[in-house]
Nanobody, 118 residues
């Protein structure tokens, strides 16, 4: 069964950058759709950026377009979210997700907290 662990969160000043990592184990990510989601305090979880199992990519949140970039490294069985020009409204717990088209099941990491503040 796929297991996901996020890392790379922390405190950063507005305008700064962070790179979040999602390390997978238990299965290869090659055949999974992958994505990043975030949840701010008191708000619903929202999709940030996803790559489908067929390879198509999409940023779901208009607020991050042009600032966030998602990538994957199949050799390391890891995918990333590069976050540039961070804003206070980006403050949230960020979760990574793997979607199995075979098992029709989603797998979630435990989340990593990102705080953007001066």
């Amino acid at each position: 069964q796929l297991q996901l662990v996020e890392s790379g969160g922390g405190l950063v000043q507005p305008g700064g950058s962070l790179r979040l990592s999602c390390a997978a184990s238990g299965s290869t990510l090659d055949n999974y759709g992958i994505g990043w989601f975030r949840q701010a305090p008191g708000k619903e979880r929202e999709a940030v950026s996803c790559i489908s199992s067929s390879g198509g990519s999409r940023n779901f949140a208009d607020s991050v377009k042009g600032r966030f970039t998602m990538s994957r490294d199949n050799a390391k069985n890891t995918f990333y979210l590069q976050m540039n020009n961070l804003k206070p409204e980006d403050t949230a717990v960020y979760y990574c997700k793997g979607e199995s088209p075979v098992l029709h099941q989603d797998y979630w990491g435990q989340g990593t907290r990102v705080t953007v503040s001066s």
